[in-house]
Structures are given as C-alpha cells and as structure tokens.
Nanobody, 122 residues
C-alpha cells in the first residue's frame, strides 16, 4: 500500500518561499506518476505539478516559472520548491500518486496524502 506524507507547509508573506516534501513509502517496482495538487477554500482540487512515469515534469499555468518539482531518490521524496508566493497560492497542498500516466487529473489519482496547509498573507 502506497503511503504519502506531506510536510513543509506554513505561513509566509507574499513574495516569500516554502519547500514542501512528500515522503513516499510502499512503492513497488512500478514507476508511479507523482504529483502535487492544491485546494483553496471553497474550490476544487487543482493540479500544480507532475512528474510522470517517463520522468517528464510539467506545471500548471499559474505556477509555471515559480514552482520547481524534484524527485529525491535517496530520501524517497517528491519535493516542491515554491518561490515568489502569492495570496492566491493559499490552500491545502496534497501529494498524489498514480499507477497510470498523466496523473495531473484527480480522476487518475490512486493515492493521496493528508495535505499540508500554506497561507500567503501580509
């Protein structure tokens, strides 16, 4: 059973930075599609960044050039560096894993973490 545990959330002023980490366990030999989603209060879950099964990385349009996704195989984590944060980045950030490709779509996700909260406010 795949388990995902997020950490690194918090409160930051606009323009600040945070680094989120998703600890991954229970992964078998299968290459999983791994992604970060976020959910603002009262809104649906939005795809932020994905590392697909073939190793390619892509980002949502609203975070392109500000967020950077990386996979640390030593620590077995999926990390998300968030720079130049804006108030609209506020929300709960979820780590996700899927056995199928193109998983920056909630309908294609098989496993979810519990989420970590980010608040961007002055």
């Amino acid at each position: 059973q795949v388990q995902l545990v997020e950490s690194g959330g918090g409160s930051v002023q606009p323009g600040g930075s945070l680094r989120l980490s998703c600890a991954i366990s229970g992964v078998t030999y299968i290459n999983y599609c791994l992604a970060w989603f976020r959910q603002a209060p009262g809104k649906g879950r939005e795809g932020v960044a994905v590392r697909d099964r073939d190793g390619t990385t892509s980002y949502g349009a609203s975070v392109q050039d500000r967020f950077t996704l990386s996979r640390d195989y030593t620590r077995n984590t999926l990390d998300l560096q968030l720079n130049n944060l804006k108030p609209e980045d506020t929300g709960t950030y979820f780590c996700a894993a899927s056995k199928i490709s193109r998983c920056l779509d909630t309908s294609r996700v098989h496993y979810w973490g519990q989420g970590t909260q980010i608040t961007v406010s002055s």
